[in-house]
């Protein structure tokens, strides 16, 4: 196997001339020997002459820039002067560094003889350092290290990814080639965007728009999905860490990941994933959304969320942008049914100083702030038939106008919009725009109401009172009693998650100890719309029978091992019966038990 080294230079190209030189009368077969310099360097006469003395001549290797030999790998660096050290780049491959702190020929006596001796003591201690190289272990041990290195990177299961600070890929193992379906030899040299479109990343790159810049952070992990070569997408989990040298330099970013494609479509069909993008759920409605979210993510064409009052639209609008190539660009939400036509227009476009009375100064819009990111527009329902019109023309042409200004802002900005309202019947009651709608109805995405996936009521119920407890500084664990949970599935929430939000926030109040009752949940008395009657006139009610295995045995066989219709001829929950069954197994399993 050849071993490739490479000795660089400063701004004198003396030294790294005499190191190639004598290191090629010292080098065995397969060794290849390169030089450059950080810029084009002079050459100083005296270091000619001085090698000349033993009949060693400089012009066997020509000097090229480091840019020039940036491209191609090697497996030894030698830097002649500790300034090139700081300077050095990540290179392809990440090759050992070596530096030689050698005296420098600009600061050399002007004397002619005195320069003629200096040069002839740089001749000699780079002599010995060339001789101790090779002869006594060093490069042998380095050229070892070099390729258990390469061994143990190309025998693990992960992928890895290592790019510089300019986003040029210099390491792509074998594991990161069958994930990605991408040769290394198509990747390696290339700028990372270029080869994975928006960048390996998506739109959480660090770099997408600082390359150069140090990131912020000294680890990251997460889920992102990848497309293959031949089109094909690819769950990976990954780790992102900055690289930095032994003196604390950053010099690159790697990239370790692992495909989890099986493993997160079984949990997918198992409804074990239960939360995306901060959004928790493992129904079947909520887990195509999810899978909708990841599809759109990386397109800008505009979004229509619609579904019920407190359904979770911003949160989905939020998880969109934070999932494509956007993410790093600012993120705008305006709720335009809470605003009046005059001040939303000026909210949304902005205004100039003096178009209205308290214009005092210029201000942006939404639409110039969220330029570059994207901007969700809640309630879009609920806006006017003039207000609609310069909707159109912002996702007609990209351009806004500023109240009382003629000058047009071009912008760049991703709508996605939401309503509860049924737009086809506002259509039809001519009180929304046909053309406006087919515009923002690109990509329709429809939230499923609470009552409609009570499987996740448990989830959202453990994420919340977590967070509500944490919020509210409360060291002491509470839990919810099975009766309690039982109320919360019966119930119908027609304010959906927002409404179970304020049932838990109530319930916390309310509760002082470690355990949710149903007596600290809202009443069906303060929940009513209509007038409460007296509470002497009410009918207290009737006390239910406890549960027996005789009972429920009873009823499966009335029902027919109809569990859902033996639930509802007990008169209890479908989740209390189900506990039940899970004490007393030996009362359903029977032959004839259906859902």
Known sequence: MNVRLLFIGGLDGASVHMAAALARQRATPGVDI?????????????AAAVMAEHGWSLNGTPCATLAEVAGTEYDLIITVCPQVATQLPLLLGHPAVVTWHLPQPAQFATEPEARRTAFRQLRDL???????????????????????????????????????????????????????????????????????GCGFCGGKCVLADAVGTEPGFDERRGRLEITTTEGESRIVDAQIRPLRA????????????????????LARRVGEVQSFAGIIGRDEK?????????????????????????????????????????????????????????????ELFGHVRGSFTGAIRDKKGRFEIADGGTIFLDEIGDVSPAMQVRLLRVLQEGVIQRVGSEAPVRVD??????????????????????????????????????????????????HLLARFLAEMHRDTAVCIS??????????????????????????????????????????????????????????????????????VRAALTNCHGNRREAASTLGVARATLYRFFEAHPETWHQPDATL
């Open 482 to 551: 099975p009766e309690a949970m039982d109320q919360l599935l019966t119930y119908d929430w027609p304010g959906n998650v927002r409404e179970l939000q304020n049932w838990l926030q109530y319930a916390l109040v309310k509760c002082h100890g470690a355990e949710i009752r149903p007596e600290h949940l809202p009443s069906a008395r303060m929940l009513s719309r209509t007038p409460v009657v007296p509470a002497t006139t009410v009918n207290p009610p009737p006390k239910r029978e406890p549960l027996t295995i005789d009972r």
């Open 126 to 196: 780079i002599r010995q350092l060339v001789t101790d190289l090779f002869e006594q272990g060093y490069f042998q041990t380095l050229s070892e290290l070099r390729a258990h290195t390469a061994m143990l990177e190309e025998s693990m299961s992960d992928g890895l990814l290592v790019h510089d600070r300019q986003r040029r890929i210099v390491q792509f193992n074998r594991a990161a080639e069958a994930i990605t379906g991408r040769r290394r030899q198509d990747v390696v040299g290339r700028d990372c965007h270029q080869v994975f």
């Open 286 to 346: 909520m887990q195509e959304v999810f899978d909708l979210i990841r599809d759109v993510a990386d397109s800008t064409v505009p979004i229509l969320l619609r579904g019920e009052s407190g359904t979770g639209k911003e949160l989905v609008a939020a998880a969109i942008h934070h999932e494509g190539p956007r993410a790093n660009q600012p993120f705008v939400a305006v709720n335009c049914g809470a605003l009046p036509e005059g001040l939303l227009e000026s």
């Open 34 to 46: 390169a030089l450059a310099t950080l810029t084009p360097a002079p050459l100083d006469p005296l």
């Open 413 to 462: 900005v991703r709508v996605i919009s939401a309503t509860h309202r049924d737009l086809q019947k506002e259509i039809a009651a001519g009180r929304f725009r046909e053309d406006l709608f087919y515009r923002l109805n690109v990509v329709p995405i429809w939230l499923p109401p609470l009552r409609e996936r009570l499987a996740d009521i448990t989830l959202l119920v453990t």
């Open 246 to 265: 032994l003196d604390g330099r950053w010099v690159g970013v790697a990239a370790m990941f692992h495909d989890v494609t099986r493993e997160f479509a």
